[in-house]
């Protein structure tokens, strides 16, 4: 026998990826300055222009303004126009913006009265409108069902590949049940929330329960391919373990509800974890009040899980940095596959804390004894609170050139330009052959200090070749698993 419930037979909840967010961004006439930010840094990590519009959706032409303004004043706001300003700032546009999205159900009279008592400003009510509209936000009308998680969503497509070959014999033996309110009044439908455009189904626009202010009734009722339950009708309340009909006959057949309760039980044991990933098996088995046995037989055994600790990284990246890691990795393993003697030219480098002592980890203390001898002790130990800043950089033979941070100092672009001026002297003493060819390659990840402009400038006057490397990812630095492993 099988219990199929349509509760979750709901529209599915599709977010807005970064290409419609660009789409919509794209039909405006000016682009944010965040947009603009990350376009020009895009371009300093060695995209082109054209790289970087596709990503935009936009011409060329707007990528190349974008980079000569910022080229020529170092900036890229826009020039202040001679029409008329407007009434409320940047920060207060991003204020009504950010207070809608926090209470999407505030209506434009409230806003008003929320920027008017925390800046001063007083702006009309079609101005609200406005400005969220710069934001892309819109009003309409929440959508009523339950929100749907990628979990969810699996379950779903195994469910419809498991029954898909079904028959209509086996069909025959299975009962669809559901429940419905109604309510007692007409419903005017004019409470409206603030969304962007696409977002129909995203969680925070999503009104998972109706109220029913005025009274309403459930109604229960169960059919299957040849035949249908009676309608049970429930005054108040909700439909329990109690109140829901205790037995449905169809042709010598039954069903009741004592034969699904095992299924009950794990499918709330899998909405509590996947609310809770951190949930525990005690918690789980003290909310449902079942033993802490058959809570840990559902976690292993009926739901395939186990408790694992999260992966550290140093960052999440989104779809567009993943994209570039993977293209300058493809670039890197091309170039040596061409010339099999490219690793053996890098030099490459890094900055590291260096400590007066490091503690003596468990393993290093080990020692072995004899069985009536006693265990070996040892006091609590703490980290060095002396300490330097050592810049090192190494290519496949040796140490090229190391220097230690004055105290006082710190790693800016001063500092770090008369680090690579000493680094091009022990290059042309201990690394002659690569000197007079001419022919090494820099390598260091994307701190602020090393892609400064004036570093940059250097490197290219110097004629230095560059090894590139993404942002955010020093596991692709040899530095950081050769040398300074901590």
Same mark, same amino acid.
């Given at each position: 026998m099988l219990w199929l419930c349509s509760d979750n037979l709901v529209q599915i909840d599709r977010p807005v990826s970064l290409h419609r967010r660009m789409l919509i961004m794209s039909l405006r006439k000016i682009l944010a300055d965040d947009l603009k930010w990350r376009s020009i840094g895009r371009m300093e990590a060695g995209q082109s222009q054209v790289e970087v519009a596709k990503w935009l959706n936009v011409n060329k032409s707007v990528v190349s303004k974008i980079w000569k303004q910022f080229i020529d004043t170092g900036t890229i706001k826009r020039k202040e126009g001679s029409g008329r300003k407007r009434k409320t700032a940047t920060s207060e546009d991003r204020y009504l913006v950010v207070t809608a999205k926090r209470n999407r159900e505030m209506t434009a009279i409230q806003l008003y009265n929320e920027l008017s008592s925390a800046t001063g400003t007083r702006i009309s009510r079609q101005t609200v409108y406005r400005r969220l509209h710069e934001g892309a936000l819109y009003a309409r009308r929440p959508m009523v069902c339950i929100p749907l998680t990628s979990a969810h969503r =699996?379950?779903? +497509? $195994?469910?419809?590949?498991?029954?898909?070959?079904?028959t209509h014999d086996q069909w025959a033996n299975v009962?669809? #049940?559901d429940e419905s309110r109604f309510s007692l009044n007409t419903d005017s439908r004019?409470?409206?929330?603030? =969304?962007?455009? &696409?977002?129909? %189904?995203?969680? @925070?626009n999503i009104r998972e329960i109706y109220s029913f202010r005025r009274g309403s009734l459930l109604v229960w009722a169960g059919i299957s391919s040849s035949s249908r339950t009676p309608l049970y009708i429930f005054s108040g309340g909700t439909l329990t373990a109690q109140r829901r009909p205790r037995r449905c006959e169809r042709r010598g057949a039954c069903w009741t509800p004592e034969h699904f309760n095992n299924r009950r039980k794990i499918n709330e044991v899998e909405k509590m974890i996947l609310a809770n990933r951190r949930i525990t098996v =005690?918690?789980?088995?003290?909310? +449902? !009040?079942?033993?802490? &046995? @058959?809570?840990? #037989?559902?976690?292993i055994n009926d739901l395939g899980m186990r408790r694992v600790a999260a992966k550290f990284v140093p960052k999440l990246l989104n779809c567009a940095q993943k994209q570039h890691r993977m293209n300058i990795s493809n670039e890197i393993l091309d170039s040596v596959r061409h010339d099999p003697n490219l690793l053996q030219r890098v030099i490459t480098g890094d900055e590291a804390w260096v400590y007066g002592y490091d503690v003596e980890t468990k393993a290093q203390s080990s020692q072995w004894k004899l069985p009536h001898e006693p265990r070996p002790r040892k006091t609590r130990q703490v980290r060095s609170n002396v300490k330097f800043l050592l810049? &090192?950089?190494?290519?496949? =033979? @040796?140490?090229?050139?190391?220097e230690f941070l004055p105290q006082g100092r710190r790693v800016n672009k001063e500092y770090y330009l008369q680090v690579m001026r000493n680094l091009r002297e022990a290059i042309r003493q201990k690394r002659p052959d690569l000197w007079k $060819?001419? $022919?090494w390659l820099l390598h260091h990840h994307n701190a602020p200090a090393h892609t400064s402009l004036l570093v940059r400038d250097f490197l290219a006057k110097? !004629?230095?070749? *560059? *090894? /590139?490397?993404?942002? %955010?990812?020093?596991?692709?630095? /040899?530095?950081?698993?050769?040398?300074f492993l901590n």
């Open positions: =699996r379950a779903r +497509l $195994n469910c419809c590949l498991e029954h898909h070959v079904w009962l669809f #049940s004019r409470v409206f929330i603030w =969304r962007e455009p &696409g977002t129909r %189904y995203h969680h @925070s =005690r918690e789980v088995a003290e909310d +449902l !009040n079942i033993s802490i &046995g @058959s809570c840990h #037989s559902i976690f810049t &090192g950089f190494f290519d496949c =033979r @040796s140490v090229v050139h190391h $060819n001419k $022919n110097t !004629n230095t070749l *560059m *090894m /590139p490397q993404p942002p %955010y990812s020093p596991e692709l630095a /040899p530095c950081t698993f050769s040398c």
